[in-house]
């Protein structure tokens, strides 16, 4: 037959103890061995006897520095889990904290709704009448800020609209008159155009006039020769009377 599974308790019998304590330990501490060659890992073994006796295996590193290493990767769980259980106990609290204000807040609005408010007592409904009355003043407070500041804005804009129209009909009538001004000078310019041209188109006077200018002064003439001859025999006989 098998081997029967081994139970394991404590040997009452102290050498049969102290027997299965040093095999127990050798192969402890060769297994100790083995895993740290064969799998190149840091291993540190501490027993003690019933007796108080140490014995210790390290592996390639000191026994120190094995410790030391695993005191910060132990106090840094330890913290881990502190802070992961404070954190999730202020969770919890901050949770039942705020599901109460939340309840709260939908109650108070429930109210302010005029909704659920058989269950309020008459200093409660006083209360809450008072509250409504403060938000309306409040409120109507606010709307008429935002109404006189709406007023003014519209009435910046009318008078900045205003200036606006005046400078522009400003210009307009100045673009009037300089238009104005340039077509009288083109209507000036186009008179005097007419009158020089039409002084250059009269007709020059006939060669008639020249020629009968001529005959007046040929006719003149002959009119002073006719008067000399006359003249020359009554001056003539004249002395002949004075002669005689």
């Not at 019998?13 to 304590?21: A, E, G, L």
């Not at 106090?75 to 705020?98: F, I, K, P, T």
Request: glycine share 4%; hydrophobic share 30%; proline share 2%.
């Amino acid at each position: 037959m098998g081997r029967g599974r081994v139970q394991l308790k404590r040997i009452e019998n102290k050498i049969n103890r102290q027997v299965t304590f040093s095999k127990r330990r050798a192969g402890l501490l060769k297994k100790a061995h083995e895993i740290s060659i064969l799998c190149d890992a840091e291993v540190a073994l501490i027993v003690f006897s019933h007796k108080g006796k140490l014995f210790e295996y390290s592996s390639d590193s000191s026994m120190e520095k094995i410790l030391e290493r695993y005191e910060r990767y132990s106090y840094a769980e330890r913290q881990l889990v502190a802070s992961e259980s404070d954190s999730q106990g202020n969770w919890s609290m901050d949770y039942n904290r705020l599901k109460a204000k939340v309840e709260l807040l939908q109650r108070n609005h429930r109210h302010y709704m005029g909704e659920e408010l058989d269950l309020l007592s008459l200093k409660e409904l006083q209360n809450l009448e008072q509250q409504l009355d403060t938000a309306l003043k409040l409120i109507r407070s606010k709307k008429n800020q935002l109404m006189y500041e709406s007023i003014s804005d519209l009435q910046r804009k009318e008078k900045a609209i205003q200036e606006q129209n005046t400078m522009l009909a400003k210009q307009i009538k100045e673009r009037e008159k300089t238009v104005a001004q340039q077509q009288q000078q083109s209507q000036w310019g186009q008179q005097d155009h007419g009158l020089n041209s039409s002084s250059f188109l009269l007709p020059q006077p006939p060669p008639c006039l020249n020629v009968g200018g001529a005959y007046q002064e040929e006719a003149t003439e002959m009119r002073r020769n006719e008067l000399d001859l006359t003249v020359e025999p009554i001056y003539s006989c004249h002395l002949g009377c004075f002669a005689a």
